[in-house]
């Protein structure tokens, strides 16, 4: 058993033991083409979600929908039972410095890990906390260098991006995210740049994060870790959640034909 613990702060707590996320009827259009089609998806506090799907069916336009990257044309998500994306009591979109504000309690990691090249692993951890009111450089850099520390790179707060390993670089990622102490993390394919012998030491990271309770949603094609990790395994088809089942019912008697397809080529 490991003494540490990857979170400074317990988990979020239920609201009235409710979901912490709730994404409700999203539709989200590119010129011509509906990428969403009505999309329900919530995530109980503490709860990890797996989203599987094939490629171009809607699975980063929801995680970015729910960074508040961008706004859905229709539908709503409600965080701890307020509605996001939206001035407070309107559904008028909030201006972008009230969605920074919003965003902070939802943390995201790329495919591409997006570091700065020109910085160190601790200044890229600790950039943004840096820049919020009240936190000084010094103190985001004692915090960003403790969160590297737990996710295994206490050695190399100092070394730029360059100088590390795919594995290393998403793991200073994670760290980005972490240090401003989200409530979910959404993950999308935080996997698939790495070279085959680094997966297993980000799967690690994660897998510790949700035995700790992080809430996490994470676009995945490790049908192993979704197995192993995931409460629940949504399908993604066309823009629609096809079918949503514990792991277990899910890969081993999926209901839909279309999922037994996916499923057996991924295999
Ligand atoms: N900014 C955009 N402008 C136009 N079309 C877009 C944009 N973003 C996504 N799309 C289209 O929306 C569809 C869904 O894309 P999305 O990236 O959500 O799929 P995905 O399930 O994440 O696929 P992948 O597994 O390849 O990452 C695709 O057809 C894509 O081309
Ligand atoms: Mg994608």
Redesign the pocket.
């Known amino acids: 058993m490991t003494t540490h613990t990857i979170l400074d702060s317990a988990p979020a707590v239920a609201v009235k033991d409710g979901p912490l996320i709730d994404a409700r009827g999203l539709h989200?259009r590119?010129?011509d083409?509906e990428?969403?089609k009505g999309v329900d998806f919530a995530a109980l506090p503490g709860q990890v979600k797996a989203l599987l799907?094939?490629?171009?069916?809607?699975?980063?336009?929801?995680?970015?929908l729910l960074n508040l990257l961008?706004h859905a044309d229709d539908g709503e998500i409600i965080f701890e039972g307020a509605r996001l994306g939206v001035r407070p009591g309107t559904t008028r979109h909030a201006p972008e410095r009230m969605l920074a504000v919003q965003r902070r309690d939802i943390g995201m990691v790329f495919?591409r890990f997006n570091l700065f090249p020109h910085l160190t692993a601790v200044r890229n951890v600790s950039l943004r906390l840096a820049a919020l009111p009240g936190v000084g450089r010094a103190e985001a850099e004692q915090r960003a260098a403790q969160m590297l520390e737990r996710v295994g790179l206490g050695h190399r707060v100092h070394a730029y991006p360059s100088e590390l390993s795919g594995g290393q670089q998403q793991r200073v990622a994670i760290a980005r995210a972490l240090v401003l102490n989200p409530k979910v993390m959404l993950f999308?394919?935080p996997t698939s740049a790495l070279d085959p012998e680094l997966v297993h030491e980000v799967l690690d990271v994660m897998e510790e994060l949700a035995a700790e309770g992080m809430t996490m949603i994470v676009?995945t094609?490790e049908t192993r870790f979704a197995r192993r990790v995931a409460d629940e395994v949504a399908f993604?088809d066309h823009?629609v959640i096809l079918e949503q089942a514990e792991p277990e019912k899910f890969f081993s008697e999926p209901e839909h034909e279309r999922t037994r397809q996916f499923l057996a080529h991924l295999h």
């Open positions: 989200k590119y010129n083409v990428v969403l799907g094939p490629s171009g069916s809607g699975k980063s336009t929801l995680l970015r961008e495919q999308d394919e676009v094609h993604f823009g």
